[in-house]
T-cell receptor, first 113, second 114 residues
Framework: GQQVMQIPQYQHVQEGEDFTTYCNSSTTLSNIQWYKQRPGGHPVFLIQLVKSGEVKKQKRLTFQFGEAKKNSSLHITATQTTDVGTYFCAGGDRGSTLGRLYFGRGTQLTVWP | KAGVTQTPRYLIKTRGQQVTLSCSPISGHRSVSWYQQTPGQGLQFLFEYFSETQRNKGNFPGRFSGRQFSNSRSEMNVSTLELGDSALYLC?????????????FGPGTRLTVL
């Protein structure tokens, strides 16, 4: 069945270092979404990518969707303590009219000041 | 515009009991999805409702059930609670089916089973 794998599970960085989390699907996706969950909070939508090879930026965050629409990445430049949280990718099921989202397990980011 | 609300926010039950959780989506949203979140397990999909119909169901036992009302409010029920059901239960609403657009999550219901 459909699976979305996300690595790494944990990442500890010093403030100012870069951070990247990767998402891979076993099948072609219709779209990829990214969410951030702060400690004690709930997931909050960051962005959606739909097109093959799409790249979007939000300030220090860069999101990419692979050419084959099977993988995606989120890169944060010069991390800050406010970036702490768990980042989830979620892929939309292309092959089915049911169209549900499949979430990765998330990458928990810790930033040392 | 009010966000997604979930009630209750915290719940303590004992094994064998049953529980009902409620989710009120953002006004105008017709899709409601439910997720179970436990440490290290990420977001486990329970089910999705759209216009009162269950569209998708995750790999959870039949003890977990849900429904959606005509006003899009949704409830999920867990019968015969087990210790392993202790988790944060999140609902999310969206305008369209979950795989097509942004999902708005509620604050969750923290369920503890003793």
């Amino acid at each position: 069945g459909q699976q979305v794998m996300q690595i790494p599970q944990y990442q500890h960085v010093q403030e100012g270092e870069d951070f990247t989390t990767y998402c891979n699907s076993s099948t072609t996706l219709s779209n990829i979404q990214w969410y951030k969950q702060r400690p004690g909070g709930h997931p909050v939508f960051l962005i959606q990518l739909v097109k093959s090879g799409e790249v979007k930026k939000q300030k220090r965050l860069t999101f990419q969707f692979g050419e084959a629409k099977k993988n995606s990445s989120l890169h944060i430049t010069a991390t800050q303590t406010t970036d702490v949280g768990t980042y989830f990718c979620a892929g939309g099921d292309r092959g089915s009219t049911l169209g549900r989202l499949y979430f990765g397990r998330g990458t928990q980011l810790t930033v040392w000041p | 515009k009010a966000g997604v609300t979930q009630t209750p926010r915290y719940l303590i039950k004992t094994r064998g009991q049953q529980v009902t959780l409620s989710c009120s989506p953002i006004s105008g949203h017709r899709s409601v999805s439910w997720y179970q979140q436990t440490p290290g397990q990420g977001l486990q999909f329970l089910f999705e409702y759209f216009s009162e119909t269950q569209r998708n169901k995750g790999n959870f036992p039949g003890r977990f059930s849900g429904r959606q009302f005509s006003n899009s409010r949704s409830e999920m029920n867990v019968s015969t609670l087990e210790l392993g059901d202790s988790a944060l239960y999140l609902c999310a609403s969206s305008l369209s089916i979950s795989g097509r657009g942004e999902q708005f999550f509620g604050p969750g219901t923290r369920l503890t089973v003793l």
